[in-house]
């Protein structure tokens, strides 16, 4: 099914003005006779006094339940059932969505998930029965489905499924309880992903409640996936921003830097906010990161680099700040504009970025000193006293970011080597590990390069443009000579 | 700048034509010494009304000030007299020039042309003289004529400061199938090397410069001196070249060493460098700089040309050992050790130099990569580069083929957020 069915959502219960044998119609023989089926009282419940024909109809659900529960075993009984799901889909079900909650009991997630969904699908559609449920059951019986479902059945009808979920975030943000949707989705994605490496709009949306739950961790079970395989932009561009957020929360700017790279460098014809606010963030993880921000490769889409400048100004400014070194100015100008930085959520990294130059400048110094007093390095790297250079150092050794051993008796910093000697068999481990997954990444590049040249439409653009004769590839000797 | 040791008059007897008029100006406009900034206006008036140059005597006029008394002060009738004059003569050579050009002879034209030429520079107009002389060029026939245009057009070149047009026609004069005579040759080079100095092309006008024959003698006085050959050779060698250039092309040059004896402080210096004595060799330097800067061609490029020598002789102090300890290099160098230690990071940092310092106990100990570790890192390092690269073209590659066109977004999906 193509994922790009719009729907009018009708959230008022349609009055019965059909005439009531038209349901039972459109069924198939033996609908009536549901051998295993007790069937359900009126919906009194839900507040609507029950008429004739939606009694009627409620009938026709039982049925439908009932055919749920039959056809659910083969692939040929669910595509049966697929082909009656969708012809109930529409008025049937969504005229009486409101008393469909019950009937879900009788139903299993995990052997019944393509009725289960079409039935929960359509009781959510409507706003009024989320209100009427808000919080309590409905969550628990929505996150229950989402984990047992069977990912087969639901591939069948992946619009619905994404519905659903969506209505799962929707509610667990308004009750502010971001981290109980966290399971749910997480279960969802892999069941909608037809491959680990494709990406499915549903990775957006986990990683934005891992994000507002503080559940980093969670999140990195998506993210280690590498995605080749997208299809809506959008998609994309939120997955990169957000997976880039966990990254710089857990301190992986190196992975941060690229997602926000591929956000920044996709194709794109006209610029979007979230690819605004990507390099927002990129400029600022590069600094930190390599401490200069690269310039666009030419892969880059024209408007990228166009216009994305434009958009960022005092990023850039700040990027330029950064490059003269000095910490002071760099701190006069964090100041001035922190009003813009803070708008923009990004006052955390943007003083990351100022510790950091402290951190590039002592770097610095260790290509050049083998030992160096507290005193001059507090003065080459602008810090006020040795003290606080000692406190930069203590930290970037525990970091690891420097080898170094410090010498307090004599306010000495003696800058080591790097220990590493390639040596150790974790690092051959290491080594060996990287060698097979770049074979099987050259493996996997040759297989699409072949794919390609044995495509039509290539062949036909190439073979266009070659020479027709080529007389060297005939003749070893030029005729002149004969 | 004190040059109290200056000698005007001797300077400027090396020099004639207009240059010696243009370096007297620019020693009173740079020196600091009065006595010697009148003498040199003094001098550069003289010379200018002698020559009846009216712009180089308009401009040492206005910088006498009045100081000089009453014989220099501005002398209108003079100027216009001579401005008659000049233009008497302009309308008579142009009026010649004018009939050669309808007699269609070939030599009278090109003599025409030249005489122009010679007229318009010895009034001080260069840039009408440098037309004049590049016209000649298509009534030339011999090579010899040739190289008569070339020299020519060198000359006002050099003065009007545009040395790509130096350089050009150096290699043409060069290329004439004649032989030439053996001073031309060294004028050309002469040439050639200035030009290069003056583009900051240091290893090329070292060269030239060496290459000059010592047949150059007084010849080429209207631009340079011998002495200013082997004073700018010496220095750009020293700035620019290796070790062992060094010795071939300069200290075991026969031909540069007549150039050399003119001035044995240059000469003492290049030996001092060759020979590791650093300290007298930056000593000579501190010592020639002042009347160094007075040199009309060598100014700018003083500064640049001492560091590099400094920094030459530094990074050849601390090649041959494991180990340096810095106070006796400081000592060496003249310098204190704090300076001395801020050069030495500078050099590193520039990599020129494979060491590290120990600032605690004031020691240089040099340093040599360990090849088999960064080979290691720098293995990994293009492993990761390959993978994020591959995985990010795939990416891009597999949106590309979705026809990723953002066009499509509002009405592509409803279930929207």
């Given at each position: 099914?193509?994922?790009?069915?719009?729907?009018?959502?009708?959230?008022?219960?349609?009055?019965s003005?059909?005439?009531?044998?038209?349901?039972p119609?459109?069924?198939?023989?033996?609908?009536?006779?549901?051998?295993?089926?007790?069937?359900?009282?009126?919906?009194?419940?839900?507040?609507?006094?029950p008429?004739?024909?939606?009694?009627?109809?409620?009938?026709?659900v039982?049925?439908l339940?009932?055919?749920?529960?039959?056809?659910?075993?083969?692939?040929?009984?669910?595509?049966?059932?697929?082909g009656?799901?969708?012809?109930?889909?529409g008025?049937?079900?969504?005229?009486?969505?409101?008393?469909?909650?019950?009937?879900?009991?009788h139903?299993?997630?995990?052997?019944?998930?393509?009725g289960?969904?079409?039935?929960l699908?359509?009781?959510?559609?409507?706003?009024?029965?989320?209100?009427?449920?808000a919080?309590?059951?409905?969550?628990?019986?929505?996150?229950?489905?989402?984990?047992?479902?069977?990912?087969?059945?639901?591939?069948?009808a992946?619009d619905?499924?994404?519905?659903?979920?969506?209505?799962?975030?929707?509610?667990?943000?308004?009750?502010?309880?971001?981290?109980?949707?966290?399971?749910?989705?997480?279960?969802?994605?892999?069941?909608?992903?037809?491959?680990?490496?494709?990406?499915?709009?549903?990775?957006a949306?986990?990683l934005?409640?891992?994000?507002?739950a503080?559940?980093?961790k969670?999140?990195?079970?998506?993210?280690?996936?590498?995605?080749f395989?997208v299809?809506?932009?959008?998609?994309?561009?939120?997955?990169?921003?957000?997976?880039a957020m966990?990254?710089?929360?857990?301190?992986?700017?190196?992975?941060?830097?690229?997602?926000?790279?591929?956000?920044?460098?996709?194709?794109m014809?006209?610029?979007?906010?979230?690819?605004?606010e990507?390099?927002?963030?990129?400029?600022?993880?590069?600094?930190?990161?390599?401490?200069?921000?690269?310039?666009?490769?030419?892969?880059?889409?024209?408007?990228?680099?166009?216009?994305?400048?434009?958009?960022?100004?005092?990023?850039?400014?700040?990027?330029?700040?950064?490059?003269?070194?000095?910490?002071?100015?760099?701190?006069?100008?964090?100041q001035?504009?922190?009003?813009a930085?803070?708008t923009?959520?990004?006052?955390?990294?943007?003083?990351?970025?100022?510790?950091?130059?402290?951190?590039?400048n002592?770097?610095r110094?260790?290509?050049?000193?083998?030992?160096?007093?507290?005193?001059?390095?507090?003065?080459s790297?602008q810090?006020?006293?040795?003290?606080?250079a000692?406190?930069?150092?203590?930290?970037?050794?525990?970091?690891?970011?420097?080898?170094?051993?410090?010498?307090?008796?004599?306010?000495?910093?003696?800058?080591?080597?790097?220990?590493?000697?390639?040596?150790?068999?974790?690092?051959?481990?290491?080594?060996?590990?990287?060698?097979?997954?770049?074979?099987?990444?050259?493996?996997?590049?040759?297989s699409?390069?072949?794919?390609?040249?044995?495509?039509?439409?290539?062949?036909?653009?190439?073979?266009?443009?070659?020479?027709?004769?080529?007389?060297?590839?005939?003749?070893?000797?030029?005729?002149?000579y004969? | 700048?004190?040059?109290?040791?200056?000698?005007?008059?001797?300077?400027?007897?090396?020099?004639?034509?207009?240059?010696?008029?243009?370096?007297?100006?620019?020693?009173?406009?740079?020196?600091?010494?009065?006595?010697?900034?009148?003498?040199?206006?003094?001098?550069?008036?003289?010379?200018?009304?002698?020559?009846?140059?009216?712009?180089?005597?308009?401009?040492?006029?206005?910088?006498?000030?009045s100081?000089l008394?009453?014989r220099?002060?501005?002398?209108?009738?003079?100027?216009d007299?001579?401005?008659?004059r000049?233009?008497?003569?302009?309308?008579?050579?142009?009026?010649?020039?004018?009939?050669?050009?309808?007699?269609?002879?070939k030599?009278s034209?090109r003599m025409?042309?030249?005489?122009?030429?010679?007229?318009?520079?010895?009034?001080?107009?260069?840039?009408e003289?440098?037309?004049?002389?590049?016209?000649?060029?298509?009534y030339?026939?011999?090579?010899?004529?040739?190289?008569?245009?070339?020299?020519?057009?060198?000359?006002?070149s050099?003065?009007?400061?545009q040395?790509?047009h130096?350089?050009?026609y150096?290699?043409?004069?060069?290329q004439?199938?004649?032989?030439?005579?053996?001073?031309?040759?060294?004028k050309?080079?002469?040439?050639?090397?200035?030009?290069?100095?003056?583009?900051?092309?240091?290893?090329?006008?070292a060269?030239?410069?060496?290459?000059?024959?010592?047949?150059?003698g007084?010849?080429?006085?209207?631009?340079?001196?011998p002495?200013?050959?082997?004073?700018?050779?010496?220095?750009?060698?020293?700035?620019?070249f290796?070790?062992?250039?060094?010795?071939?092309?300069?200290?075991?040059?026969?031909?540069?060493?007549?150039?050399l004896?003119?001035?044995?402080?240059?000469?003492?210096?290049v030996?001092?460098?060759?020979a590791?004595?650093?300290?007298?060799?930056l000593?000579?330097?501190?010592?020639?700089k002042p009347?160094?800067l007075?040199?009309?061609?060598?100014?700018?490029?003083?500064?640049?040309?001492?560091?590099?020598?400094?920094?030459?002789?530094?990074?050849?102090y601390?090649?041959p050992?494991?180990s340096v300890?810095?106070?006796?290099?400081?000592?060496?160098?003249?310098?204190?050790?704090?300076?001395?230690?801020?050069?030495?990071?500078?050099?590193?940092?520039?990599?020129?130099?494979?060491?590290?310092?120990?600032?605690?106990?004031?020691?240089?100990?040099?340093?040599?990569?360990?090849?088999?570790n960064?080979?290691?890192?720098?293995?990994?390092?293009?492993?990761?580069?390959f993978?994020?690269?591959?995985?990010?073209?795939?990416?891009?590659?597999?949106?590309?083929?979705?026809?990723?066109?953002?066009?499509?977004?509002?009405?592509?999906?409803?279930?929207?957020?």
């Open positions: 099914t193509p994922l790009g069915r719009s729907r009018a959502h009708k959230s008022t219960i349609r009055r003005s059909r005439p009531v044998s038209s349901p119609t459109r069924r198939k023989a033996a609908s009536r006779t549901a051998p295993d089926q007790t069937p359900e009282s009126e919906p009194s419940s839900k507040g609507k006094a008429s004739a024909a939606a009694a009627a109809a409620m009938e026709s039982e049925a339940v009932a055919h749920i529960q039959g056809l659910s075993g083969s692939a040929d009984e669910l595509a049966q059932l697929h009656l799901l969708k012809q109930a889909d008025d049937a079900l969504r005229a009486h969505s409101a008393g469909l909650l019950p009937f879900l009991s139903l299993h997630p995990g052997a019944h998930s393509l289960y969904l079409y039935l699908d359509s009781f959510v559609s409507s706003s009024a029965n989320l209100r009427a449920h919080g309590g059951d409905l969550l628990v019986t929505v996150a229950d489905f989402l984990t047992s479902c069977s990912a087969d059945q639901i591939r069948m992946p619905k499924f994404l519905n659903v979920c969506r209505v799962l975030k929707n509610e667990v943000m308004q009750l502010n309880a971001p981290i109980r949707g966290i399971a749910p989705l997480r279960a969802a994605v892999r069941k909608i992903q037809t491959s680990s490496e494709q990406l499915t709009p549903l990775h949306e986990y934005m409640l891992c994000l507002l503080k559940q980093y969670a999140g990195l079970s998506v993210l280690e996936d590498d995605i395989e299809d809506q932009p959008k998609d994309l561009f939120l997955y990169c921003y957000y997976g966990i990254y710089i929360g857990l301190k992986k700017f190196r992975k941060a830097l690229e997602l926000l790279h591929n956000a920044v460098t996709a194709p014809s006209s610029l979007n906010a979230i690819t605004v990507a390099y927002k963030k990129y400029v600022l993880v590069s600094l930190i990161q390599s401490g200069q921000v690269p310039s666009f490769p030419k892969y880059t889409s024209s408007t990228a680099q166009r216009n994305l400048k434009n958009h960022t100004q005092i990023y850039v400014d700040l990027s330029t700040c950064y490059g003269t070194g000095s910490y002071s100015d760099l701190e006069t100008f964090i001035s504009n922190a009003e930085f803070q923009d959520n990004n006052f955390g990294l943007v003083k990351q970025v100022l510790s950091s130059m402290y951190k590039r002592i770097q110094l260790t290509q050049t000193y083998l030992t160096l007093s507290l005193e001059d390095i507090a003065s790297v810090l006020n006293t040795p003290k606080e000692e406190m930069h150092v203590l930290r970037m050794i525990e970091d690891g970011e420097i080898h170094a051993t410090i010498n307090q008796k004599d306010g000495m910093v003696s800058f080591n080597e790097d220990p590493e000697q390639y040596k150790s068999s974790e690092m051959v481990e290491h080594i060996d590990s990287s060698i097979q997954r770049l074979m099987a990444l050259s493996k996997k590049l040759t699409i390069d072949q794919n390609i040249s044995c495509d039509h439409a290539f062949l036909m653009k190439s073979g266009r443009e070659r020479a027709r004769f080529d007389y060297d590839d005939f003749d070893s000797v030029p005729h002149k004969f | 700048v004190s040059a109290d040791q200056l000698d005007v008059e001797a300077y400027a007897a090396q020099y004639s034509g207009r240059t010696r008029v243009a370096r007297l100006l620019f020693i009173a406009e740079r020196c600091g010494v009065e006595a010697i900034q009148l003498e040199a206006l003094r001098m550069a008036h003289d010379e200018a009304r002698a020559r009846e140059d009216t712009v180089l005597y308009l401009d040492a006029v206005l910088k006498i000030n100081r008394g009453p220099y002060r501005h002398d209108q009738a003079w100027v007299s001579v401005n008659r000049a233009e008497q003569r302009k309308e008579k050579l142009e009026t010649e020039l004018n009939g050669y050009r309808t007699n269609l002879i030599e034209i025409g042309y030249n005489d122009i030429g010679d007229f318009f520079y010895a009034h001080g107009h260069l840039s003289a440098f037309k004049s002389y590049i016209r000649t060029r298509d030339c026939t011999t090579s010899k004529h040739i190289v008569q245009m070339c020299m020519h057009v060198i000359l006002v050099i003065e009007l400061g040395f790509a130096v350089t050009n150096v290699s043409k004069a060069e004439t199938p004649d032989t030439l005579d053996a001073v031309i040759v060294a050309l080079r002469a040439a050639a090397g200035l030009a290069n100095l003056e583009t900051k092309k240091y290893k090329l006008a060269r030239k410069f060496l290459e000059t024959g010592p047949e150059l007084s010849n080429y006085s209207e631009v340079i001196a002495q200013d050959v082997a004073v700018y050779g010496a220095l750009c060698a020293l700035a620019s290796d070790r062992s250039e060094l010795k071939s092309k300069v200290i075991d040059n026969i031909n540069f060493r007549n150039f004896e003119l001035v044995p402080e240059v000469r003492e210096l030996n001092d460098f060759y590791s004595r650093y300290g007298s060799c000593e000579h330097l501190e010592k020639l009347n160094l007075l040199d009309i061609h060598l100014r700018e490029h003083l500064g640049t040309l001492y560091n590099d020598i400094r920094h030459k002789a530094i990074i050849q601390t090649l050992f494991i300890d810095l106070n006796t290099m400081a000592s060496a160098f003249k310098s204190s050790v704090s300076m001395l230690e801020k050069e030495l990071a500078a050099l590193i940092t520039e990599n020129k130099i494979q060491a590290r310092i120990d600032s605690h106990n004031k020691i240089l100990y040099a340093r040599h990569a360990d090849q088999r960064a080979t290691f890192q720098r293995a990994l390092q293009t492993g990761n580069e993978e994020r690269d591959i995985k990010a073209m795939l990416l891009r590659a597999n949106l590309i083929k979705h026809d990723f066109n953002q066009k499509n977004w509002p009405g592509q999906r409803k279930m929207n957020l």
